[in-house]
């Protein structure tokens, strides 16, 4: 590895939204902290990053979010407890999320959007390409992607975003993705993107999803990048232009996930990441697939 593409340790994980879509759940609990069967879904994200190599990660959170930091700290009267019980299963589940990384926070005064979010990482990262996870996209750990996308940086230089193939009609929903073929089977150049494009304006069916490992110019450009879609600075439009410009931050390459990904960011999609991941859990999933099936077989039934 030459010192132009250092190692990537730092990841910054945008957690300042109020999660309206889940009202009245999120009124005064950070959506991020939402179980996912068992697990609030902030922690699947910082797990993925530590299995990464990403031990330094960056929280850019928000009013209300306290609870996040509590999460990630000891809980000592909680701990002595289950000690004094005997019950070192629950005690090693409770200290399994303090123990993952060394994680900083930071606050998002102003609700300007995901690019302003990175934005407020930079003195935390200086001069390092780091990544940037969203905690919507869960990732299954049995599908590195954010693994692929740091080796794919750190050879290549530059910035590499996750991209996944979409229905044509649902890539409106998504920012989407101009792309090039390359050598690698699962890695395409980058030469443009647009954030959320009419079909007919779509260069691609490449969904751009909630992974990037970034190049630290990206703050430079996100400085000058002007409010765009929705009157919100836009991760897309600073990508953008390091895609237009290679000069500027190196090139914009993407990675093809065709993994498993589970939507938390829609209500219907969370409770279906919650279906699939506990149909999958060895301690739930028997029973809970008996259940499943024999009330879906009650459902069909004509009434």
Known sequence: MSEANPRISKAVIPAAGLGTRFLPATKATPKEMLPVVDKPAIQYVVEEAAAAGLDDVLMITGRNKRPLEDH????????????????????????????????????????????????????????????????????????????????????????????????????????????????????????????????ADAPSNYAIIGRYVLAPQIFDVLRQTEPGRGGEIQLTDALQQLAADEKVGGPVHGVVFKGRRYDTGDRGDYLRAIVRLACEREDLGPDFRTWLRSYVAEEMQPQ
């Open 72 to 199: 990630f700290d000891r809980n000592h009267e909680l701990e002595s407890a289950l000690q004094r019980k005997g019950d070192g299963h629950r005690l090693a589940k409770v200290q399994e999320s303090s123990d993952l990384a060394t994680i900083h926070y930071v606050r998002q005064g102003d609700p300007k959007g995901l690019g302003h979010a990175v934005l407020c990482a930079a003195p935390h990262v200086g001069d390092e390409p780091f990544a940037v996870l969203l905690g919507d996209d869960l990732i299954d750990p049995r599908d590195p992607l954010l693994r692929r996308m740091v080796e794919v940086q750190e050879r290549s230089g530059g910035s590499v975003i996750a991209l996944m193939e979409v229905a044509p009609e649902q890539i409106h929903l998504y920012g989407c993705a101009a792309v090039e073929a390359t050598e690698d089977g699962d890695v395409v150049k980058i030469t443009g993107m647009i954030e959320k494009p009419d079909p």
